[in-house]
T-cell receptor, first 112, second 115 residues
Framework: EDQVTQSPEALRLQEGESSSLNCSYT??????LFWYRQDPGKGPEFLFTLYSAGEEKEKERLKATLTKKESFLHITAPKPEDSATYLCAVLDRGSTLGRLYFGRGTQLTVWP | DTEVTQTPKHLVMGMTNKKSLKCEQH?????MYWYKQKAKKPPELMFV???????INESVPSRFSPECPNSSLLNLHLHALQPEDSALYLC??????????????FGSGTRLTVV
């Protein structure tokens, strides 16, 4: 059973067209939820950590929010350079050694 | 230095070869990880080292052998691999301060092709 589910699997946006990516999770207790950006053939690049429901973080055109069951990554007025796969991962409070559970990612394509 | 450095970036090896992947970080993180990522799939955990001791081994085949010589270095020794082992191998380190996890820093990965 997947503990982290991301939707949609793929998203195509025109430049400037805002949208949101979803990450829903089922863990016994959340220690942290992480968003990463990954370009093809590269390692994941850290974007945000969220710890508790109601928390929000922003970076340039990206804003991440967290509820008790899901997180959203809002992309405002995206540009072609925002095209990448966005991964969500959670750290369970019961994990003492820091095992991350990843979602399958959302592949975002922004066209001019 | 806020990076995790992996070498080599690309590796092609035959099924009878022995090779090693290297990972280095100088951020003082005491937990380091090896992940394997196949195309269009999320990273899968292979090994966890905590304070230079192997703490998690996810039933990875013995043809993969991890080593942690010190708190800054992590190696993955490869021997008699199969073509299905071709993947992106990612190293990560974890920053944890006072019980709070601040994030995991990933290296850029080694693209491994087994022929």
């Amino acid at each position: 059973e997947d503990q982290v589910t991301q939707s949609p699997e793929a998203l195509r946006l025109q430049e400037g067209e805002s949208s949101s990516l979803n990450c829903s999770y089922t863990v016994s207790g959340l220690r942290g939820l992480f968003w990463y950006r990954q370009d093809p053939g590269k390692g994941p690049e850290f974007l945000f950590t969220l710890y508790s429901a109601g928390e929000e973080k922003e970076k340039e055109r990206l804003k991440a929010t967290l509820t008790k069951k899901e997180s959203f990554l809002h992309i405002t007025a995206p540009k072609p350079e925002d095209s990448a796969t966005y991964l969500c991962a959670v750290l369970d409070r019961g994990s003492t050694l820091g095992r991350l559970y990843f979602g399958r990612g959302t592949q975002l394509t922004v066209w001019p | 230095d806020t990076e995790v450095t992996q070498t080599p970036k690309h590796l092609v090896m035959g099924m009878t070869n022995k090779k090693s992947l290297k990972c280095e970080q100088h951020m003082g993180h005491r937990a380091m990880y090896w992940y394997k990522q196949k195309a269009k799939k999320p990273p899968e955990l292979m090994f966890v080292y905590s304070y230079e001791k192997l703490s998690i081994n996810e039933s990875v085949p013995s043809r993969f052998s991890p080593e942690c010589p010190n708190s800054s270095l992590l190696n993955l020794h490869l021997h008699a691999l199969q073509p299905e082992d071709s993947a992106l191998y990612l190293c990560a380190s974890r920053q944890r301060v006072g019980g709070t996890d601040y994030g995991y820093t990933f290296g850029s990965g080694t693209r491994l092709t087994v022929v």
